[in-house]
């Protein structure tokens, strides 16, 4: 099946590694009104001019709670619309992806965590959205999110009802 992506309608920078095979920031300039970094698993092919479907949500949730910026991070780094590569990549993660998390967060009024469920992570890395929740708590700021899974992990926003608060974000252990 294609990949389904659109020009958008909120141009924003993003920043790629020289080889453009790693995406570590993406921004949406949405309008008047606070920044939310959203963190989810990896990002897949949207770019500064073109969105895909889970960009086009997160801006649709932005608009919806009064945000007017949305500074996209992810635990992974790793351009691909199919997680399951991430677990064939030698260096999933990125050499920069937690400076420019941590850059995002210190930068942003909000923070969310939005990267769905753990078992879709490479065992590998099972556990780094834990060392990413560490850099985002130590922001300093509330961790929100797109509603709790029964596991505790955030919701992703593909699977998100439009109306859904962001609550404050309870750590699984």
Request: net charge positive.
């Amino acid at each position: 099946m294609a990949e389904r992506r659109w020009p958008t309608r909120h141009p924003g920078p993003a920043v790629c590694s020289p080889c453009e095979r790693y995406r570590y920031r993406l921004e949406r300039i949405i309008g008047p009104g606070p920044s939310l970094a959203v963190v989810m698993i990896n990002p897949s092919r949207a770019t500064a001019d073109l969105d895909d479907p889970t960009i086009d949500r997160v801006q649709t949730i932005c608009r919806r709670l009064g945000y007017g910026r949305a500074m996209i991070g992810n635990l992974f780094a790793w351009r691909t619309p199919d997680v399951a590569e991430l677990a064939r990549v030698p260096d999933p993660v990125g050499p920069d992806n937690d400076t420019h998390l941590a850059a995002i967060t210190r930068e942003a009024d909000a923070i969310c965590v939005a990267w769905g469920a753990p078992g879709k992570l490479p065992c590998s890395h099972a556990n780094r959205w834990r060392a990413v929740a560490d850099l985002l708590e130590a922001a300093g700021k509330p961790v929100l999110c797109l509603t709790h899974l029964k596991s505790g992990h955030p919701r992703h926003p593909q699977i998100l009802i439009h109306e859904t608060p962001l609550p404050l974000w309870q750590r699984p252990a």
